[in-house]
């Protein structure tokens, strides 16, 4: 069974081509990912965030599409989507134009250690999704900041634990640290955090 793995992202099958981003097999139904948001309720308990009253992250990660490659990605991971659903866990999403994604020499869920190990069969089979899958994770997890509001010059780690990022002020422009990554506008602010788009993919491993 071949599907698109971004077959329910509209916006997204509509707009980034399909060579770039359609993985090699389908959707598993057991694995980590969710379609949309038809279930209010995850595993962490309810969230009803809507109920009571707030715009959160998770009603304004998709309204930008310049960055909507990024935001189909935190769809489809659970535990972000939960805690961007969740109003109570603030995060600073720091979100990579497409055009960045775009220019990567591997997709998000490709690593190199995975070729080198696996050769070029490394994403088929049911094997191949799961390590796809946690790639995408890990991506992800690399680009969310565990806290808002997060003070220039505050040293956090992301989601993923590696090494600590910051942020500075340079010639009016905000940097991302150590990887000199400009922020090309804060796109949202609501209750549970801010959206950054970022001008480059951050240097994870
Ligand atoms: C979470 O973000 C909101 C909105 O910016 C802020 O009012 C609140 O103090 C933050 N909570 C924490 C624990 O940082």
Same mark, same amino acid.
């Given at each position: 069974m071949k599907l698109n793995y971004f077959a329910c992202f509209s916006t997204l099958a509509a707009t980034v081509s399909s060579q770039l981003l359609v993985l090699p097999f389908g959707r598993h139904p057991? #694995?980590?990912?969710? =379609?949309?948001?038809?279930? =209010?309720?995850?595993p962490g308990g309810p969230s009803a965030p809507s109920a009571q009253g707030g715009v959160i992250l998770s009603d304004v990660m998709g309204k930008e599409r310049s960055v909507n490659i990024f935001a189909g990605f935190t769809r489809d991971v659970v535990s972000i989507s939960h805690r961007l659903d969740d109003s109570s866990q603030n995060s600073t999403i720091l979100a990579p134009l497409n055009s960045a994604i775009e220019k990567l020499p591997r997709k998000p869920w490709e690593d190199a250690r995975d070729y080198e190990t696996l050769g070029t069969n490394a994403y088929e089979g049911g094997d191949g999704q799961e390590r796809a899958q946690r790639n995408i994770r890990r991506f992800v997890e690399a680009h /969310? /900041? =565990? #806290? #808002?509001p997060w003070q220039e010059r505050e040293k956090v780690k992301t989601l993923l634990g590696d090494r600590e990022v910051w942020w500075e002020s340079k010639d009016g422009k905000k940097l991302i640290q150590p990887d000199n990554i400009e922020v090309d506008s804060v796109a949202s602010q609501v209750g549970n955090g801010e959206v950054w788009i970022i001008r480059g993919v951050r240097n994870y491993s």
């Amino acid at each position: 069974m071949k599907l698109n793995y971004f077959a329910c992202f509209s916006t997204l099958a509509a707009t980034v081509s399909s060579q770039l981003l359609v993985l090699p097999f389908g959707r598993h139904p057991a #694995s980590d990912e969710r =379609p949309l948001k038809m279930d =209010p309720v995850g595993p962490g308990g309810p969230s009803a965030p809507s109920a009571q009253g707030g715009v959160i992250l998770s009603d304004v990660m998709g309204k930008e599409r310049s960055v909507n490659i990024f935001a189909g990605f935190t769809r489809d991971v659970v535990s972000i989507s939960h805690r961007l659903d969740d109003s109570s866990q603030n995060s600073t999403i720091l979100a990579p134009l497409n055009s960045a994604i775009e220019k990567l020499p591997r997709k998000p869920w490709e690593d190199a250690r995975d070729y080198e190990t696996l050769g070029t069969n490394a994403y088929e089979g049911g094997d191949g999704q799961e390590r796809a899958q946690r790639n995408i994770r890990r991506f992800v997890e690399a680009h /969310v /900041v =565990p #806290s #808002s509001p997060w003070q220039e010059r505050e040293k956090v780690k992301t989601l993923l634990g590696d090494r600590e990022v910051w942020w500075e002020s340079k010639d009016g422009k905000k940097l991302i640290q150590p990887d000199n990554i400009e922020v090309d506008s804060v796109a949202s602010q609501v209750g549970n955090g801010e959206v950054w788009i970022i001008r480059g993919v951050r240097n994870y491993s």
